[in-house]
């Protein structure tokens, strides 16, 4: 089992910037591939971001790459999601995501474990 918070959500305006974390409890963190998605209202839960196991490699989506840098910490059980130059079109609630293997990254029914999600609101 394991278990997800995520934290550092808030409202702020166009062109801030936000850092995201997610802490899991668990004591075999690095055998856990995270992923962050977010859903906005009336929309499908769409991917973010994911990191490997160890961190070395890392998959964005096109919507945030170049603005948005996903890491982890896995001596502290932890994963980030640094978020800069955000957009209004990036308000969503944001979860965090773990599976020992997902079969395809971007799939949220391909992770088993699920955060209750941070909500971020970016105003214009």
């Known amino acids: 089992q394991v278990h997800l918070v995520e934290s550092g959500g808030g409202l702020v305006q166009a062109g801030d910037s936000l850092r995201l974390a997610c802490a899991a409890s668990?004591?075999?963190?690095?055998?856990?591939?995270i992923g962050w998605f977010r859903q906005a209202p009336g929309k499908e839960r769409e991917f973010v971001a994911v990191i490997m196991w160890s961190g070395g490699t890392t998959h964005y989506a096109d919507s945030v790459k170049g603005r948005f840098t996903i890491s982890r910490d896995n001596a502290e059980n932890m994963a980030y999601l640094q978020m800069n130059s955000l957009k209004p079109e990036d308000t969503a609630v944001y979860y965090c995501?773990?599976?020992?293997?997902?079969?395809?990254?971007?799939?949220?029914?391909?992770?088993?474990?699920w955060g209750q999600g941070t909500q971020v609101t970016v105003s214009s």
């Open positions: 995501a773990a599976d020992p293997s997902p079969l395809s990254n971007g799939d949220p029914d391909e992770y088993t474990y």
């Open positions: 668990t004591r075999s963190f690095s055998n856990y591939v």
